[in-house]
């Protein structure tokens, strides 16, 4: 079977295939790559436990699939292309050979210094290409990387290194954002005051900061390059794995305060994102291919890494910002790689779409082929100007729906082969069956229905389990509704059978396109000596999509109200990062709670929206009147 699907006709066929028989279609699929040895089961499964396993008894490696097996027909062909943060700074590209060799030399690297399959590698690098360097030389031994985004700050890196219990570091001296350094080494060395695990720690160099150097623990990225030159650069086989090995730890937000560590495993997750990539994006072997996401999160890891390298292509990575050093900067790159398909966040599409049309003026955006949008729902206004403006009217538009858990896009058009309406995520991709439940826990039968987001039969890209305690797997997806994978978003399915999200239906907000646990902020604020209690929920934000609501008791009423909000502000970015800020800090005298004391978000979510004509039934609170002040108090922020 090819992998690529070709029509609508053949999207049918090959959906119908995938839910009748969906053992034969994933194992037809999986023969489009290199296996060591093949599998003697396809899938075993059940949702009780979870315990899933996929192409089970088969033997691989990942890098072998995403760089050696190219080697001969695209040994030059660009793999990755980097764009810096800095529009003077000379741009590189890595060919097909060029990656594979410094995955090899960075790989005995890790070896040198004690890594061995299995160990967990935490790395905490800007988007540069050693990123995807180290992401891959981890896979090729066998090692399970843990990518920390570089906006976090040392307690939330602490918490991921120790939760996942990694032996060794790999960071920079400093990474450029915009028009600031990012002190990435010193964060880390404040970090590992509270970490026993790490044994060293490699820096790379980037932004010459000066930085302390433990004796003993720290090594230079470039040093240890060196040495493995003095050996001779041996070759580095590739490790073989087996299909349900570990590959990787992603941390997520949840409804309770501590991130979740997400496990994705080798073999099904390899098909699931080669499979997707070239179907979603229709990706042809002469494009270049640009996702502006960040390696730091799943799209990154599944859209910029492992899903268009196992397909041969041209992947584009970028280190800035769509604003610096100014709001033409996207289309600056589109014109200058001439780029075929453009994969990013509705966020940056409103941020950029503030500055209006002007920056656009000289860029020749014609090579745009395909549009790509990931994180969140894509608003109407958004997808018109996305698809006027930057497609030309001319390149279709994929909303993709799909999560942490997932590893890759569940449900997305093809890209000039499926059917689009804006705001709506569309038809489920093969061997996917979403199902949507109401609150009783019984599926919804038909069209025009919203209910509860559950899939119904395993994908090879899902999660298998969160890192060292797998029953918070089976309680957070899995015990909602019995063998449902409960994904956490509601869903309305058109009168035509077409999916559109409606968003979470927990206590999770997407910012940004990224996902903050109510939960967790609240203990951030919290831990402030002033704040008695806290409640976060999400508002709608004209660029963010969703915006941090905060409303906060103090216990010292003689408070200066600015200076406590900048404390608490500065509070969240030290203990998470500045992408968990509140936009909106109230100071409030009380909360909305029932008599047995749970706090009622929905009205404060109602308020923080401006609907409080419709606030709903009231008659279960403690005290009613506290509505009324915080009403008030919502008006007089607003003066």
């Known amino acids: 079977m090819n992998l690529q699907i070709k029509n609508f006709e053949e999207y049918q066929e090959a959906y119908k295939n995938s839910v009748e028989n969906p053992e034969a279609f994933w194992g037809e699929i999986a023969e489009n790559f290199f296996w060591k040895r093949k599998w003697t089961n396809v899938l075993n499964w059940n949702f009780a436990e979870p315990n899933i ?11 072998e699939n995403c760089l050696d097996r190219h080697i001969y027909q695209l040994g030059d062909k660009p793999a990755i292309i980097w764009e810096p943060n800095d529009p003077n700074e000379a741009h590189r590209i890595l060919t097909y050979k060029q990656l594979l060799e410094k995955v090899e030399i960075f790989a005995n690297v890790l070896k040198n210094n004690n890594v061995v399959k299995g160990d967990r590698v935490c790395i905490y690098l800007p988007m540069v290409p050693e990123l995807v360097i180290a992401v891959l030389a981890c896979a090729r031994i066998g090692a399970i990387h843990s990518v920390v ?6 307690r939330s890196i602490a918490d991921r290194i120790n939760d996942a219990g990694c032996k060794i570091v790999v960071t920079a001296d400093g990474g450029f954002r915009a028009g600031k350094v990012l002190e990435l080494k010193s964060i880390v060395d404040d970090a590992l005051l509270q970490c026993e695990s790490v044994e060293r720690v490699i820096v790379l160099t980037r932004t010459r900061t000066p930085i302390s150097m433990i004796k003993g623990r720290d090594v230079w990225w470039e040093d240890e390059i060196r040495k493995v030159e ?12 087996d299909a349900e090995d570990p590959l990787f730890v992603l941390y997520t937000s949840g409804s309770t305060g501590k991130p979740k560590g997400v496990v994705h495993t080798t073999g099904g997750y390899m098909v699931y994102t080669g499979y997707t990539f ?5 990706y042809q072997p002469d494009e270049v291919y640009f996702c ?9 890891h599944s859209y910029i890494v492992y899903g268009p390298l196992s397909q041969g292509a041209t992947s584009l990575m970028f280190e800035g910002t769509p604003t610096y050093p100014d709001a033409g900067r996207l289309w600056d790159i589109v014109d200058k790689y001439k780029v075929n398909i453009l994969y990013t966040a509705p966020t940056a599409l409103r941020s950029l779409m503030a500055f209006g049309d002007s920056y656009l003026e000289g860029k020749d955006l014609s090579s745009i082929r395909k549009l790509g949008s990931v994180g969140e729902p894509i608003n109407e206004e958004a997808w018109h100007r996305f698809h006027e403006k930057r497609g030309k009217g001319k390149a279709p538009i994929v909303d993709t729906w799909w999560q942490t858990e997932n590893g890759g896009i569940l449900i997305a058009p093809m890209a000039g082969i499926s059917p689009t309406i804006p705001g709506y995520a569309m038809l489920p991709l093969p061997g996917v069956q979403p199902c949507l439940m109401d609150e009783d826990g019984k599926e919804l039968e038909g069209n025009d229905v919203t209910g509860n987001l559950c899939i119904k039969f395993p994908w090879p890209g899902m999660l298998r389990t969160t890192w060292g305690d797998h029953e918070r797997c089976r309680q957070t997806y899995f015990s909602t509704y019995p063998d449902k994978y409960f994904t956490g978003d509601g869903c309305y399915r058109s009168p ?18 990224h996902r903050i646990g ?10 402030h000596s002033d704040v008695v209690e806290s409640a976060i929920v999400g508002y709608p934000h004209p660029v963010k999509g969703q915006g941090i609501y905060a409303y906060v008791i103090v216990a010292n009423h003689h408070i200066d109200a600015e200076s406590t909000r900048k404390d608490i502000l500065q509070t969240i970015t030290r203990l998470i990062g500045a992408i968990a800020k509140p936009d909106i800090i ?17 009205i404060l979510r109602k308020i923080a929206e401006g609907e409080i004509d419709n606030l709903g039934d009231t008659s279960t609170l403690q005290d009613p009147t506290v509505v009324e002040s915080i009403i008030q108090g919502a008006a007089a922020m607003k003066e």
Request: glycine content about 12%.
């Open 53 to 63: 396993k996929w192409f089970e008894g088969g033997k691989l490696n990942i890098t």
């Open 149 to 154: 985004f570089g906006g976090f700050s040392a």
């Open 230 to 241: 003095t050996q001779g650069n041996p070759p580095c086989p590739a490790e073989e794995m």
């Open 278 to 282: 070239s179907n979603v994006f229709q």
């Open 292 to 300: 502006t996401a960040d390696i730091g999160w799943i799209t990154g």
């Open 496 to 513: 035509e059978g077409y999916y559109k999200i409606t968003g979470r239906v927990d206590d999770v907000l997407n910012v940004s396109g």
């Open 518 to 527: 109510t939960a967790e902020v609240e203990n951030a604020i919290n831990m």
């Open 586 to 602: 109230q100071f409030v005298s009380d909360l909305p709670k029932t008599r047995s004391g749970k706090i009622m978000r929905r």
